[in-house]
């Protein structure tokens, strides 16, 4: 039987950071947003009222898996809530066990869950559903840990799949709309040379972890000139409340190996960004943005298809566009993924039965396609 060790202190993970690479190395369909340089500057960030619940699995003493698990705060119609989650934050899709046999790691770390003091009101697995992973039975395993699971829909993202050839994807696109992009990029053309600059450095332990900061300067400043930059809710690079996050994770990603930077320069300047990271073929596009004041729209659909196009070319697997906004990015997606969320309610916390009430009629209304991906 796997043995648990909880870390509730951010610095104690230093210990386990060998391991943590090389277990992420062979989780299926992860991201850099699982690795733990990640995990260390959102902490440091956003921390503050959050409770650590790192759960390492262990067998012979050598660690087999990583659950990572926060308590956070959150309010709700029926009061603030007290909900046992993972540490994603919504910053990405996906999120999930880190280690060869994801199942069993959420089963052994949820059994440790239920053995434990009780400090969460609600258990709420959100981000599920990665894709390039075979499918989880998230329900099976919670329920083989003593939890009764109710699957719900968190959000939906837009993915590319890159599969197959540039060419035949291309072809695909709808006419009416490959013609209004021709003409965009055509405007584009007439006011100067047009050029794609793609950073991926391949991380420290390659000597090649720079991160570059003229070039992630010049993302930044192009995304407090877009349509974006008057808000204040972290949507933009340049957006304070997350500014400071951002670069320091930027500086990580790059010793590890998983920026993802891209520039459409317009006569040499820049005139267009995608920021994001990249991991084992999943590419993740964080924010996107352009210069409102010398382009129109069409220079960050642009800068898009180029993008897609460097990486059929480099061998990528998926490209996620994210979720919100679907409309804007219709035209390049291959298809729409759920992201998932798995929630369990104690019978003891009155304020989670009426919440369990709400999920089990959310659930019955769940499209049978999605019940039947969600292990129902």
Request: glycine share 10%; no cysteine; proline share 5%.
């Amino acid at each position: 039987m796997p043995r648990i060790h909880e870390i509730n202190r951010i610095e104690e993970l230093a210990q386990f950071g060998r391991d943590w690479e090389t277990l992420l190395g062979q989780t299926a369909g992860a991201s850099f947003f699982q690795s733990l340089p990640w995990l260390d500057a959102y902490w440091r960030h956003f921390g503050a009222g959050q409770r650590l619940r790192v759960l390492v699995v262990l067998a012979d003493n050598h660690p087999t898996g990583v659950l990572p698990l926060v308590v956070r705060t959150e309010k709700s119609k029926l009061g603030r809530l007290r909900v046992l989650t993972y540490p994603l934050h919504d910053w990405g899709s996906f999120y999930g066990p880190i280690g060869l046999d994801p199942a069993g790691i959420l089963r052994a770390g949820l059994e440790h869950v239920r053995r434990t003091r009780r400090d969460w009101d609600v258990l709420d697995l959100r981000w599920q559903g990665a894709v390039g992973a075979e499918p989880l039975d998230i329900r099976q395993a919670m329920t083989a840990a003593g939890f009764q699971a109710y699957p719900t829909v968190w959000d939906q993202t837009a993915i590319v799949d890159l599969d197959g050839t540039w060419e035949a994807y291309w072809s695909a696109r709808k006419g009416a709309w490959l013609r209004r992009f021709r003409n965009a990029e055509r405007k584009l053309l007439e006011q100067g040379d047009l050029s794609h600059v793609r950073y991926r450095p391949a991380g420290l332990n390659h000597d090649d972890g720079s991160p570059r900061w003229d070039l992630y300067d010049a993302s930044e400043s192009l995304a407090q000139q877009s349509w974006q930059a008057e808000a204040t809710n972290g949507t933009t690079l340049s957006d304070e409340p997350v500014r400071g996050f951002l670069r320091e994770v930027h500086e990580a990603a790059a010793a590890a190996g998983a920026v993802d930077l891209n520039l459409l320069l317009l006569g040499g300047s820049p005139v267009a960004f995608i920021y994001g990271y990249h991991w084992r073929g999943y590419v993740y596009g964080l924010r996107r943005g352009y210069d409102a004041q010398r382009t129109r729209s069409g220079a960050g659909n642009v800068l898009l298809a180029y993008t897609l196009r460097d990486s059929f070319a480099r061998g990528d697997r998926f490209f996620d566009m994210g979720v919100g906004s679907l409309e804007s990015k219709r035209y390049f997606q291959t298809r729409v993924v759920p992201v998932m969320r798995y929630s369990h309610f104690p019978p003891l916390a009155p304020r989670a039965q009426i919440l369990r009430l709400k999920r089990w009629w959310q659930e019955r209304r769940l499209p049978r396609s999605i019940q039947r991906w969600g292990g129902s």
